[in-house]
């Protein structure tokens, strides 16, 4: 691995202005401040908040895209020059890999974070069985985050004021899999299909 280039949230934000469009940097911005306000407002103590100078929810939220703009091809060549283990799923909609591909060149950019954060970075967008509460709170901001514009005030206050932060993203995830499936974008991966079963046994969640 090559050495960090990147040592501060700052250094962090200037390098994503650069490498994508300003709208996926005001969504990565966004995503940055909700996961964290996500994260307070369910109490969630339990992740490792800091390292190396970098804040979790921050370095995750403005890191969780930094692949989503490149191309199908990008993504597959990315892959195979690093190794990357990619699923049938992945391999027939490359866009499902801009997590773990983000997390990588995250990882190239600043160092070895913890895994913790990796892993939370590879599942934002499908999600998957076992989640903590750091890849919950940033698979919730990634979708109601302020710049989303499908999302209403209201609809956010409905997943705030659940009971918990697994019944906020159990709530989030069964909107999600039904917005995929309206706009034909994809039905529910086996990651999402993974955490919806994980935290209806696990959290005893249910759609209310």
Known sequence: MSEPTIFTSDELRS??????????????????????????????????????????????????DIAREMSDDQILEYCRKNGIYLSSEDIEAPVLAHGVVSA???????GEFPMSWYKALCVHTTGNAGMDDLALAL????????????????RRAFYLGSASISQCAYRVLCDMIDHWR????????????AMKEFLERSAGCRYE
């Open 15 to 64: 390098y994503l202005r650069n490498a994508v469009s300003e709208r996926r940097y005001l969504h990565s911005v966004g995503v940055a401040e909700t996961t964290e306000k996500v994260l307070e407002h369910f109490g969630c103590k339990d992740y490792t908040r800091r390292w190396n100078g970098f804040d979790a929810p921050v370095f995750c939220g403005l890191a969780h």
């Open 182 to 193: 309206q706009t034909g974008f994809h039905d529910a991966s086996s990651g999402s299909v």
């Open 104 to 110: 990588e060149i995250a990882m190239e950019l600043a």
């Open 139 to 154: 698979f919730i901001a990634d979708y109601i985050e302020p710049t989303r514009r499908f999302m209403t005030d209201e």
